[in-house]
Each structure stands twice: as C-alpha cells, then as structure tokens.
C-alpha cells in the first residue's frame, strides 16, 4: 500500500524513514519534534525530501534518482490537518463537493450521499462553519478528503484540538473508514489511546528516524520503548473473540491465546473481534493461584522480561499465551523473586481495559 525511503535536512533537523505498510490504518507516533508531520507533509508533496522514493498503491509519487515529483494536487492523497480548514463562505455541502468536483467521474470513489450518511452530516449541510462545533467541523473535513478520490488518507493529529467528548465523537466515524469504504490512512498522533484504538500498524518515531515498526500488540509489549510509547499508561494489547454474556451479572466473556477474559457487558454480538489494552498499573502478580478474592481474571504465566527502573516500580512482562505487563514495587520483586522464568500468576481487574471493536458499533 505504502512504500517509504527517504532522507531530508529541515534547517538542522535530519529526517530518515524507511519503511512499507499494507491496507489498513497505520500509526505515526512519537514525542513533539520527532518529524511525524514532516514525514506526512512529504508524503502530500508540501515538502520535499533531499533523496529517495515514495509509492501509493504501486503509483510513484516521488523518486529522486528518476526525477519523479509529483505536485500535491496530482498525487491522489486526503489530508485532514488538526484544524479543520473549511472554506468559512460555504456551507457545508459546498465544502464537501469542493475538492469532489475536481476529481473526473471515473475516477470517484465514494459517493456523495454515503459520506454524507457515513459521517452523519445530513442536518448540517445548509449551514456553515462558523456554526458548527469543532467535532462537527472535522467530521466535514474527513468528508471533504474522502470526496476527492485519494488513494490515500493522511491524517495529521486531527482530534489534538478537540476535548474529551468531542474526540469520542470522532473515533467511530474514524473506525468505519476502513470498515465501510476500505480506505487506508496514516494516522499521526501523541496520544496512544488513539491508536489502540484506530490503528493496525505502529510506527514509532524519535529525532526524525523510525525506532520500531509492527503490529500494534507486538509494539506495546516491549519494555525497551516505554520511555517512548509511555509509562504510566503502558499497557499490553490483547487480540480477543466475544465469546458469550452473562445477562445475569451483566458481563461479556471474551476469548484470547491466553484464555477468557470478563469485561462489564458489551453491546456486541458473539462471534465479534475486539482489541483491548490492559494497563500495566492495573496488573498484579502472585506465586500462587489466589483464592477468595474479587477478581475475576487471573492467568498462569511466567516472567519473560523484568525492566530496570531507578525508581521505587519496576514493569514486568509476563506470557500468559500473549504478552502482557505488570508494574509492581521492586520491593515486591525482590520479596517474590521476580526474575525470568519465574512461574507467576497474573490479576486483571475486570474494569481496567481500554477497547478497540474490530466489526460493528463501538460503544466504549
């Protein structure tokens, strides 16, 4: 889908990134500074590299050695900036067929009625901008991206501007660009709830070079890039099956390579795939099976990996049939004699998990 090889000088900051993704959405991510909007404005052609190549869908963008530089408007690609950019003098139907009536009937992807329906805009579209809430405004930029045919979808931090409720407006409609249009995005963004929750592929960038690349759940797993992906809300990504729900105590049970798994009850059919973060905070060990305690996931394991910390906490990963993080006091550890190897058992509380719904309505 997306292939990457590039280096560039941005005043004194180098930028190198290579790197190949396939159809999905996949995740930049990094502190401030790191050159994730850099990155994506070379792939929109807004910069341009010092050397090296860029390819969509097979179709070359940028080749320095053949000479190939393709203007913005040529390359096919959406871009939503974090401000939404709306035209203030139309309304918003004319802002969604403003970049739509640029692109020739055969080659439109989408139809104008479905991203209107998609993104639920039916009520607004005699209004404008000026009107409009921030979650509204953006929903119309994705709309707008999406009507010009891109091969592509950039999407440059676009909730950072939005509060809490506005961002858990957005998320959904986010989600059902690939479910229901099957569109691929680069998604850049600091915040990893996001991208547990939106993204296939992470890429973790720092000091304008790529660190690591790969599957979401292998990514946060590994203990060497906490100072990057973060710590205190750290936390291992399990890949689960809505199994059954239990109407009587109102829970869902959800199967994974380590076994089952009860959540508070999901508005999810059986049979559906859910991805959930488990945060290492919220994780405790024991030597033994516990009895007679309140909670309901524990899972036999042993010790893969014990992080070093100067601090009073020290984060353990543990295989349980996939893996997953403990914090616990290095008092604690050295008491237990925690070390690889070590046969443990690990305590899940049952609220403590973030949820990303693979198929149907998220509900989180």
Same mark, same amino acid.
């Given at each position: 889908?997306?292939?990457?090889?590039?280096?560039?000088?941005?005043?004194?900051?180098?930028?190198?990134?290579?790197?190949?993704?396939?159809?999905?959405?996949?995740?930049?991510?990094?502190?401030?500074?790191?050159?994730?909007?850099?990155?994506?404005?070379?792939?929109?052609?807004?910069?341009?590299?010092?050397?090296?190549?860029?390819?969509?869908?097979?179709?070359?963008?940028?080749?320095?050695?053949?000479?190939?530089?393709?203007?913005?408007?040529?390359?096919r690609?959406?871009?939503?900036?974090?401000?939404?950019?709306?035209?203030?003098?139309?309304?918003?139907?004319g802002?969604?067929?403003?970049?739509?009536?640029?692109?020739?009937?055969?080659?439109?992807?989408?139809?104008?009625?479905?991203?209107?329906?998609?993104?639920?805009?039916?009520?607004?579209?005699?209004?404008?901008?000026?009107?409009?809430?921030?979650?509204?405004?953006?929903?119309?930029?994705?709309?707008?991206?999406?009507?010009?045919?891109?091969?592509?979808?950039?999407?440059?931090?676009?909730?950072?501007?939005?509060?809490a409720?506005?961002?858990?407006?957005?998320?959904?409609?986010?989600?059902?660009l690939?479910?229901?249009?099957?569109?691929?995005?680069?998604?850049?963004?600091?915040?990893?709830?996001?991208?547990?929750?939106?993204?296939?592929?992470?890429?973790?960038?720092?000091?304008?070079?790529?660190?690591?690349?790969?599957?979401?759940?292998?990514?946060?797993a590994?203990?060497?890039?906490?100072?990057?992906?973060?710590?205190?809300?750290? /936390? =291992?990504? !399990?890949?689960?099956? +809505?199994? %059954?729900? #239990?109407?009587?105590? $109102? @829970? &869902?049970?959800?199967?994974?390579?380590?076994?089952?798994?009860?959540?508070?009850?999901?508005?999810?059919?059986? /049979? =559906?795939? !859910?991805?959930?973060? +488990?945060? %290492?905070? #919220?994780?405790?060990? $024991? @030597? &033994?099976?516990p009895?007679?305690?309140?909670?309901?996931?524990?899972?036999?394991?042993?010790?893969?990996?014990? /992080?070093?910390?100067?601090?009073?906490? +020290?984060?353990?990963?543990?295989?349980?049939?996939?893996?997953?993080?403990?914090?616990?006091?290095?008092?604690?550890?050295?008491?237990?004699?925690?070390?690889?190897?070590?046969?443990?058992?690990?305590?899940?509380?049952?609220?403590?998990?973030?949820?990303?719904?693979?198929?149907?309505?998220?509900?989180s």
């Open positions: 889908m997306l292939e990457v090889d590039l280096t560039a000088r941005i005043g004194d900051f180098p930028l190198k990134a290579a790197f190949q993704t396939e159809a999905g959405i996949t995740a930049l991510f990094g502190p401030s500074g790191a050159g994730k909007t850099s990155l994506v404005n070379m792939l929109a052609g807004l910069q341009r590299p010092s050397h090296g190549r860029i390819v969509v869908q097979g179709h070359v963008l940028f080749d320095s050695e053949q000479g190939i530089d393709l203007a913005p408007e040529d390359r690609l959406g871009y939503v900036f974090q401000e939404s950019r709306l035209f203030p003098h139309m309304t918003v139907a802002n969604l067929s403003y970049g739509r009536r640029l692109v020739p009937k055969d080659r439109r992807l989408v139809d104008f009625d479905a991203v209107v329906e998609l993104l639920a805009l039916a009520s607004l579209l005699d209004r404008r901008p000026r009107n409009l809430s921030g979650g509204e405004r953006q929903r119309i930029a994705i709309g707008r991206a999406l009507l010009a045919a891109p091969r592509l979808l950039l999407m440059d931090e676009p909730l950072a501007n939005l509060d409720p506005r961002r858990s407006e957005i998320l959904p409609f986010i989600e059902g690939r479910r229901q249009l099957g569109i691929s995005i680069v998604y850049v963004s600091h915040n990893m709830d996001e991208i547990v929750r939106l993204a296939d592929q992470l890429i973790v960038m720092a000091d304008g070079g790529i660190v690591a690349q790969g599957p979401v759940d292998e990514i946060t590994r203990l060497d890039l906490r100072a990057l992906t973060g710590r205190w809300d750290a /936390g =291992a990504v !399990l890949t689960t099956t +809505v199994v %059954a729900h #239990d109407n009587r105590d $109102a @829970l &869902t049970r959800l199967s994974f390579q380590g076994g089952d798994l009860w959540l508070p009850q999901l508005d999810l059919a059986v /049979g =559906a795939m !859910l991805r959930i973060r +488990v945060r %290492a905070r #919220d994780v405790s060990l $024991a @030597l &033994t099976p009895r007679q305690i309140s909670v309901l996931n524990v899972f036999a394991g042993q010790v893969i990996q014990v /992080g070093e910390d100067d601090g009073p906490q +020290v984060d353990v990963l543990v295989d349980i049939g996939s893996p997953l993080w403990a914090r616990i006091t290095k008092r604690s550890q050295r008491e237990l004699d925690i070390v690889p190897g070590r046969k443990v058992h690990a305590l899940i509380k049952a609220m403590a998990v973030d949820r990303r719904d693979h198929g149907g309505e998220s509900s």
